[in-house]
């Protein structure tokens, strides 16, 4: 156990709907990234949160959108959703020490019918 | 920009030789490099990593690493392996700006035959 948690496990849903899923890092950890795995285009960094800021961007659709609370509790928001979005999307967090591994979560099954 | 390569998709090896899993690596400055392995329905697992120092790495559940600069490569090893480490692995280095996220090369498949 990574000690990041992620919800739901899984979600199902339609095209054209909007989804939110959660991620909570690791007890300390100030920095949250949000990966998405798909079977086309592999592990992909989408974005990246700091202390409740946005600290860098990968390749994360408009569609896409993310934050980050006081709590240090992330959210990515996923919208207007196509066939292409089914994947898994995996959270992951990390202290701000130069030379940590990012701790991943078990990842949300993301499937648009 | 940084990249990895995972040359082999798929890796077979019997339970109790060796394993070897390759990773190349293409960065500008020193790398940061990891190894990461996923279970069927399961996040990524940390096995080590190589910041600085000793070129052999030496992780979780009795694998290696051997960073090599002038081959600039980073293959994952164990001496003799196990059917439970049958898993997906991935390499993946480090960004060196101020976000740090990880570029991931495309998994290897390693399955160890009983």
């Known amino acids: 156990d990574s000690g990041v948690t992620q919800t739901p496990k899984h979600l199902i849903t339609a095209t054209g709907q909007r989804v939110t899923l959660r991620c909570s890092p690791r007890?300390?950890?100030?920095?949250v990234y949000w990966y998405q795995q798909s079977l086309d285009q592999g592990l992909q960094f989408l974005i990246q949160y700091y202390n409740g800021e946005e600290r860098a961007k990968g390749n994360i659709l408009e569609r896409f959108s993310a934050q980050q609370f006081p709590d240090l509790h992330s959210e990515l928001n996923l919208s207007s959703l196509e066939l292409g979005d089914s994947a898994l999307y995996f959270c992951?967090?990390?202290?701000?020490?130069?030379?940590?591994?990012?701790?991943f979560g078990p990842g949300t099954r993301l499937t648009v019918l | 920009a940084q990249s990895v390569a995972q040359p082999e998709d798929q890796v077979n090896v019997a339970e109790g030789n060796p394993l070897t899993v390759k990773c190349t690596y293409s960065?500008?400055?020193?790398?940061?490099l990891f190894w990461y392995v996923q279970y069927p329905n399961r996040g990524l697992q940390f096995l080590l990593k190589y910041i600085t120092g000793d070129n052999l790495v030496k992780g979780s559940y009795g694998f290696e690493a051997e960073f090599n600069k002038s081959q600039t490569s980073f293959h994952l090893k164990k001496p003799s392996a196990l059917v439970s480490d049958s898993a997906l692995y991935f390499c993946?280095?480090?960004?060196?700006?101020?976000?740090?996220?990880?570029?991931f090369g495309s998994g290897t498949q390693l399955t160890v035959l009983p």
């Open positions: 993946a280095v480090r960004d060196m700006g101020s976000a740090r996220q990880l570029t």
């Open positions: 960065v500008s400055g020193n790398p940061y």
């Open positions: 992951a967090s990390s202290p701000w020490r130069t030379d940590n591994e990012q701790f």
């Open positions: 007890s300390g950890d100030l920095s």
